[in-house]
Structure formats: structure tokens, C-alpha cells
């Protein structure tokens, strides 16, 4: 699933070679034996963060967003709510992190979700905030996720 609006419908193109690179990694990579940590996949254009957690509560899980990069959020085991919304409905909560590429916002009063499961992903681009790792209504569980990072 991808959605964004008409504003940004022709800016990036999701068939480009890097957004294709990742796919293969994601479609020819045993996901479940890869270890946590960063995975690269080509240099700084492109790698795989490898995560392993429990999610948690809303409350637990601000929303974010980063400027360098998309986000291919590709969940390997487990299931989650995956909260997304465009920045500018979004309040930052704290100043970017150029180094880590990383903004947190508040809560927002309305925002949108999906429940992403196992091979389930979604594509975030930098005009989206999104907050991952929310437990869905089945409560918490273990999950293994692989954010790919395709440079902007």
C-alpha cells in the first residue's frame, strides 16, 4: 500500500532503480535470519535497518519523520499499527536531528493508521509523519521489522 496525495503524486518515483534494489532485497533476503542492526545494501543510498521489538502503546510511539530518507517499513513476523499523517497537520515535539535524519511530533488529535502484518509494508516519504510500533487490539506482541532507507 502507498498513499500520499495528488500534491506529491508525480515528485518520486516509486518504479525508480533504488526503490527496485530494495524490493529485491526485501523479496531475496532471508529476513528472519537477519541479525539487528543496519544492513546495507548499496553505500548510504541504501540500507536495511533490521529491528526487533515489542510494540507498545500509542502513547509510547510518536509520530516521526525523516528528510534523507524514505522508509520501506516491511514487517518480517509479528503485526503492529502503523499510524501516518502529512507533516504540515503535524507540531514537531522537538528540533530535527540532522545526524540521525530524525523529527518527533505530538500527538495529533486525527490522524490515520493501518495494521501492517506479517509481509505487509508501507513507503513513507519525507512529507509524512508516521508512527510505527503501536500494538493493534490483539495487545502487544514480538515483532521483526526491516526498514529499508532509500535516499532521497
Known sequence: MLTTTMKYAEKYNYLDEKFQKAFRFLRETDLLALPVGNVLIDGEEIYANVQSYTTMTPEDCLFEAHRKYFDIQYVAEGEEVFGYEPLDSLTPAMEYDEERDLIFYEEPDQSSSIVLKAGDFAIVPPEDGHAPRR??????????????????
Not at 135 to 152: D, F, R, S
Request: one cysteine or more; hydrophobic letters at 45%; a positive charge.
Open 135 to 152: 500494538m493493534t487490539k490483539n495487545g502487544a506482541c514480538q515483532v521483526k521489522k526491516i526498514v529499508v532507507k532509500v535516499k532521497v
